[in-house]
C-alpha cells in the first residue's frame, strides 16, 4: 500500500505563492511517477503538473505552465507543487495521485493512490 500526505494549503491573495507538498510512504518509489490534480466545486478533475521520480522530467498543464513549478526530493519521498502569480481561477481543492500505469493523465484515468486533497482559495 501507498499513502499520501498533502499539506501547504491556505488561502492567499491573487498574485500571492504558496507551495504545496506530498508526502509518500509505504513502498519504495521508484516505478512511481507523481502528479498534481485540482478540482473546483461544480467541475471535473483537471491534471495540473508530473514529475518523473527518475530523471526528474516534468509536464504541465497549459493553465499553469509558467506559474507553477514541480519538484522533488526523493530522499524524503516527497513531490512539491511551487505556486506563484496565483488566480482565482486556481481556487480548488488540490490531490496528489500516484500509479505506475499513468503520468500526467488528461483522460480521468483511474489512479491506484491519491492523497486527502488541500484547499487552496484564492482571492480577488
Known amino acids: 500500500q501507498v499513502q499520501l500526505v498533502e499539506s501547504g494549503g491556505g488561502l492567499v491573495q491573487a498574485g500571492g505563492s504558496l507551495r504545496l507538498s506530498c508526502a509518500a510512504s509505504?513502498?519504495?518509489?521508484?516505478?512511481?511517477?507523481m502528479d498534481w490534480f485540482r478540482q473546483a466545486p461544480g467541475k471535473e478533475r483537471e491534471f495540473v503538473a508530473a514529475?518523473?521520480?527518475?530523471?526528474?522530467?516534468?509536464y504541465y498543464a497549459d493553465s499553469v505552465k509558467g506559474r507553477f513549478t514541480i519538484t522533488s526530493d526523493r530522499a524524503k519521498n516527497t513531490a512539491y507543487l511551487q505556486m506563484n502569480s496565483l488566480k482565482p481561477e486556481d481556487t480548488a481543492v488540490y490531490y496528489c495521485?500516484?500509479?505506475?500505469?499513468?503520468?500526467?493523465?488528461?483522460?480521468?484515468?483511474?489512479?491506484?493512490?491519491w492523497g486527502q486533497g488541500t484547499q487552496v482559495t484564492v482571492s480577488s
Open positions: 495521485a500516484a500509479d505506475p500505469r499513468y503520468f500526467g493523465d488528461l483522460r480521468g484515468s483511474p489512479y491506484d493512490y
Open positions: 509505504g513502498r519504495t518509489f521508484s516505478s512511481y511517477d
Open positions: 514529475i518523473r521520480w527518475t530523471g526528474g522530467s516534468t
